[in-house]
């Protein structure tokens, strides 16, 4: 019977409790109350206040009685789902589609949806594209029972709209969806005005569904795996303390300071580390292609030409006559020549039915100044392919800048100078530092002897051997800026080849080398390098036949080319100008023709940059991509002149 009444009693006190969520209880209102704070401590919604208290609706006054139902049961679940999320990505040499699709775990397709206008064979070096993401989140499903008792017809509740609610907000505030608001008040579907009175069907009953969207904060906690703070690299072939510290993008003085054997030199073979931190520059073999043979002009490409004719400026000169300035502007003749040249390379174009809208554009440019950006901005020149020019270097630079986010290569043609770098930035002209490297790294391969015969004033040179090319030995001048075979002979090596570099514009000594160097040539190998162009070489003063007898070894960007294609140019353009080009017209096909050429190839145009290199009348063109981003011509000619006078090509 005990057992019984035990059992009665737990019924008694579940009934009651059941019971309890369903009656109404009553509530005085404190001064200062509001519905909202009242719906809070009661975990019920305003609405359900507003139903059983209609006059609450005009406002709440003390010592007012309120009819306040029992709170509903809630219950909730948790599901697991996927939202999509957009992120920004800047596209690298050599990314396609297929491998950010890998990367980041979308389809190819999704890429391209979220990108109108993407195409598969459209992605450029710098473009900025939008990538979808996919990343999973908590939906926390809110379910109220229904109150099978309650079937009455509802009552609207009228809510006036205040500054910084949102559709969403008042939806949660009455129990109801955004949905069912749209329905009732058709006049908000599209936008949500400050004062406007809703009409609102409180939904106290009926099942609702609220959905919270929360962020997966879970964490794996996942072993700490410490990297190693240095990578292994075993030297290559070749390989030299210049080459090694560019493919690292590290300076020489870094290099051997994490590896101080490299102070005796580099040797094939020996183990070397370098920072993980660092991006490794890997040197590809280029394939060198005749790219007029590969052509595929399926799809038209537009290129852009900035000239600097500055006609304005030569249409307000009231003092010179155009002839006149043409006399003695040597800035102008200089881009009417390139501009010649670069004419027969749109003939040429034209002859081989390349697919190229071209156009050309004044770039009104000084040191200092020009209208680049103006241009850029008026005449869409942000949906080319290519842009060569501006001339002077922080002109085209700004070109670069403005360009970098469609992805746009712009070439320098001219300029030899960098200040700042952009991965869509081309210095087409090698520079001064890039030759004297490269020739120094050309000498290493001979397996030679180097000294270096310094001009006492060249402080600038001394510096440059001294902190890049410890290897090589300086020559010690005597109180004249002077020196005997004697002093020489103390560094020279027999049984292998002497590489005696000078660095002087200094006739006298330039003619001491040459009386000093060539009897010793009787006892040892020698020979006689610049690492630059030296126009004192030139003079007079300097005999050719003693240059020749040393095998003068120098840097050229171009040589002399007797190929049918070279004298097919020189002729046409003699014919259609009435005078043999000269340097610049001759560079300025040549930039032009090669631009359009790799513009006219099956793979993108920046493929074509990494993966070959060509050569035209009388320039090579052979890029590299530095650690900065920015792309590097290093093609240039080592030449030497043979006994009988004539310039050949060192290999």
């Known amino acids: 019977m005990r057992q019984l009444l035990v059992i009665l009693a737990a019924y008694f006190m579940v009934s009651c409790a059941a019971f309890a969520q369903d009656k109404i209880i009553k509530h005085k209102v404190a001064k200062g109350e509001t519905v909202t704070q009242i719906a809070e401590k009661y975990k019920i919604t305003p609405a359900e206040i507003y139903r059983l208290n209609p006059d609450s609706q005009n406002g709440l006054k003390p010592d007012m009685v309120l009819l306040i139902p029992g709170g509903p049961k809630t219950h909730s679940k948790t599901a697991v789902t996927s939202i999509t999320t957009v992120k920004t990505h800047t596209v690298a040499a050599k990314e396609t589609l297929y491998g950010l699709s890998r990367t980041y775990g979308v389809s190819e397709e999704e890429i391209l949806k979220a990108n109108p206008g993407l195409t598969k064979d459209s992605l450029k070096v710098g473009q900025i594209i939008n990538i979808p993401t996919k990343s999973d989140v908590k939906v926390v499903l809110k379910e109220t029972k229904k109150d099978k008792k309650s079937d009455k017809k509802r009552e609207p509740v009228y809510h006036t709209v205040v500054a910084g609610e949102t559709k969403y907000s ?78 690292f993008g590290m300076a020489q003085e870094e290099l051997i300071k994490l590896n101080p054997e490299l102070k005796e030199g ?3 073979g020996m183990t070397i580390k370098y920072p993980t931190s660092v991006k490794v520059n890997e040197t590809v073999t280029k394939s060198v292609s005749g790219l007029s043979k590969t052509l595929n002009t399926d799809h038209k490409k537009q290129l852009v030409l900035l000239l600097p ?26 881009t009417l020549d390139f501009y010649s040249g670069a004419l027969m390379a749109v003939d040429s174009a034209k002859a081989l039915n390349l697919n190229i809208d071209i156009k050309i554009y004044d770039s009104q440019e000084t040191k200092n100044s020009s209208s680049v950006a103006t241009l850029i901005s008026q005449n869409n020149i942000a949906d080319a392919d290519v842009v060569i020019g501006p001339f002077y270097q922080a002109n085209v630079e700004k070109a670069a800048e403005l360009l970098q986010k469609k992805g746009v290569a712009v070439i320098s043609p001219l300029s030899k100078e960098t200040s700042r770098e952009f991965p869509n930035l081309m210095q087409s002209m090698p520079s001064s530092e890039l030759i004297k490297n490269e020739m120094l790294d050309f000498l290493r391969t001979k397996n030679a002897n180097i000294m270096a015969i310094v001009d006492p004033k060249r402080l600038s040179a001394k510096q440059f051997f001294a902190q890049n090319h410890k290897d090589v030995k300086l020559v010690s001048l005597n109180e004249k800026g002077l020196f005997t075979a004697e002093i020489l ?57 003693k240059l020749a007898q040393l095998h003068l070894l120098y840097p050229s960007l171009t040589k002399d080319n007797d190929s049918a294609e070279a004298v097919v140019f020189e002729k046409d353009y003699k014919d259609k100008n009435k005078i043999f080009p000269n340097q610049y017209a001759t560079r300025g096909f040549d930039v032009v023709f090669d631009a359009m050429l790799r513009l006219s190839q099956e793979k993108p145009f920046m493929e074509t940059v990494e993966t070959t290199s060509s050569e035209q009348v009388e320039n090579r063109f052979d ?14 000619y080592i030449l030497y002149y043979d006994t009988d006078l004539s310039v050949k090509e060192a290999n």
Do not use: C, H, W
């Open 623 to 636: 890029y590299e991509k530095l650690p900065s981003g920015t792309y590097m011509n290093k093609g240039f």
């Open 489 to 545: 002979a103390k560094d020279f090596v027999k049984g292998k080849m002497n590489y005696v570099i000078l660095d002087s514009e200094k006739t006298g000594l330039i003619l001491n080398t040459l009386n000093v160097l060539i009897p010793m040539m009787a006892d040892y190998q020698l020979q006689l390098v610049i690492l630059e162009k030296n126009d004192t070489f030139d003079f007079e003063e300097v005999p050719l036949a």
């Open 266 to 268: 580099v040797k094939e």
């Open 170 to 247: 008042i939806a949660r505030q009455y129990n109801t969806t955004v949905a069912q608001l749209d329905i009732d008040n058709p006049e908000i579907k599209n936008s949500l005005q400050i004062g406007f009175r809703l009409k609102v069907y409180a939904d106290t009953n009926n099942t609702v569904q609220e959905v919270a969207v929360e962020e997966d904060r879970s964490v794996s906690i996942k072993p700490e795996i410490k990297k190693p703070e240095f990578v292994d690299y075993q030297v290559k072939p070749k390989e030299t303390l210049y080459s090694l510290g560019r493919k």
């Open 309 to 334: 004719f500055n006609i304005s400026k030569i249409e307000g000169d009231t003092v010179n006559s155009t002839s006149a300035r043409l006399k003695k502007d040597k800035f102008l003749n200089m």
